[in-house]
């Protein structure tokens, strides 16, 4: 599936954060939004969902416009999102958050079963977890919760919104390579993150947005990427948690 953000407008009361925001994300390619705190990468993606009223523009994906759907329709359409701060059912097992996940699509058993080997084989650390308790799982393992949730209906599109935050980082490059599959897969995905060098080890192509403006959207690597990023000063303490991740310059 094909994600397009057409001149999006929005904010919240009477701020507007974004400023006619558009972007493009083709099959089997992960755009990466970067920018500083306050950017309104966050927001672009919120808008994307549905989540936010937009005060102009438009969302479509395979040539369909969405934007007047409510969020639960755009999921019915292809959308998923994962949004920030390992957003679990913490008194739900493992499992149960897994079907939860599936449960608008009124799967039969045998169907649902087959999505959820779909999530243990990507994640093999929840299936010896599934009969526990989301919130006992550490952060890491809650945001492949998260991710394995947000696949249950195989979307075609999947927004990510900073996968990095709060993990150490060997986890991290675990959420990446998934990231990673999911692309070679042939979804495309949509990511925000701070972390540029993660974001950069796996991106086909970057956005980099300031102040609600979008300055840059192109390949992943070149000068013109390097110098929308030197532009907004993002690198040195950012390229990754705990200072591993591939580094900006390695891949741009």
């Known amino acids: 599936m094909m994600l397009e953000a057409r ?134 393992q809650q945001q492949m919760l998260s991710i394995a949730q947000a696949l249950m209906r195989r979307p075609g599109v999947l927004l990510l919104d900073e996968p990095s935050a709060g993990l150490a980082p060997a986890i991290v490059g675990e959420v990446y390579d998934t990231i990673a599959q999911l692309r070679d897969e042939g979804m495309a995905v949509l990511l925000v993150e701070q972390a540029v060098g993660w974001a950069a080890s796996v991106a086909d192509r970057i956005a980099v947005m300031s102040l609600g403006h979008k300055l840059y959207e192109g390949p992943a690597t070149g000068a013109g990427a390097e110098a929308a990023i030197r532009e907004i000063e993002l690198g040195g303490d950012q390229a990754g948690p705990g200072g591993t991740a591939p580094t900006v310059s390695g891949r741009l």
């Open 7 to 140: 001149g999006l407008v929005c904010g919240y009361g009477d701020i507007t954060v974004v400023r006619d925001v558009s972007l493009s994300v083709q099959p089997g390619q992960v755009l990466a939004l970067l920018g500083r705190n306050g950017a309104g990468k966050t927001t672009t993606l919120k808008a994307i969902s549905g989540l936010l009223r937009t005060d102009a523009g438009e969302v479509v994906i395979d040539a369909e416009p969405i934007g007047s759907l409510p969020p639960y329709k755009r999921v019915t359409r292809g959308l998923a999102f994962v949004q920030e701060g390992k957003r679990v059912f913490r008194q739900r097992t493992v499992e149960e958050n897994l079907v939860l996940g599936a449960y608008t699509e009124r799967l039969k058993s045998r169907a649902l079963g087959e999505r959820l080997q779909e999530a243990y084989g990507r994640f093999p650390v929840l299936r010896d977890k599934r009969h526990d308790a989301a919130g006992s799982l550490s952060g890491g």
